[in-house]
C-alpha cells in the first residue's frame, strides 16, 4: 500500500445542510502512476466514513466543492481526466508544504522533549 502523503481527499461539506449534501472523494498517486487515481468516493454517509478514514489515517483532507463535484464522476480506479491535473497538481504541492512543515514542528517538539 502506498504511503499516507500520496494519497489525499477532496470533499465538500456544506454546513447546515442534510447528510446527503456531503461527498468525498479519495485520490492515490505514486510516481509509478501516469496521473491521481479515485480510490474511494462516496456521498452522505459513505462520504463521512471516508473522512473518517482519513482522519484515522492522518490523509490530508481538501475542501473543495467545485473541485470534489469534477472528481465523484469518475470511476474508482480510473485517473484523473487531463483537464484536471494542474488542479489536483496545485493541491497536492501545497499538501506536501504542509506535510513538511508539520514533520519539522514534529522533529522540533521531539528534540524538545528529549533534552
Not at 492515490?28 to 501516469?34: I, N, S
Not at 459513505?46 to 465523484?72: F, G, N, V, Y
Amino acid at each position: 500500500m502506498a504511503d499516507n502523503r500520496n494519497k489525499m481527499i477532496y470533499g465538500k461539506d456544506i454546513v447546515g445542510k442534510r447528510r446527503q449534501d456531503k461527498s468525498a472523494v479519495a485520490l492515490e498517486y505514486t510516481l509509478h502512476d501516469k496521473a491521481p487515481k479515485v480510490i474511494a468516493s462516496g456521498k452522505g454517509y459513505l462520504a463521512e466514513k471516508i473522512i473518517d478514514k482519513a482522519e484515522e489515517e492522518d490523509i490530508p483532507i481538501h475542501q473543495d466543492a467545485k473541485l470534489a463535484k469534477s472528481l465523484e464522476d469518475i470511476e474508482i480506479g480510473e485517473y484523473i481526466p487531463p483537464e484536471l491535473y494542474h488542479v489536483v497538481a496545485e493541491v497536492l504541492v501545497f499538501v506536501d508544504a504542509m506535510d513538511k512543515i508539520k514533520g519539522k514542528v514534529m522533529d522540533k517538539k521531539d528534540n524538545e522533549r528529549n533534552k
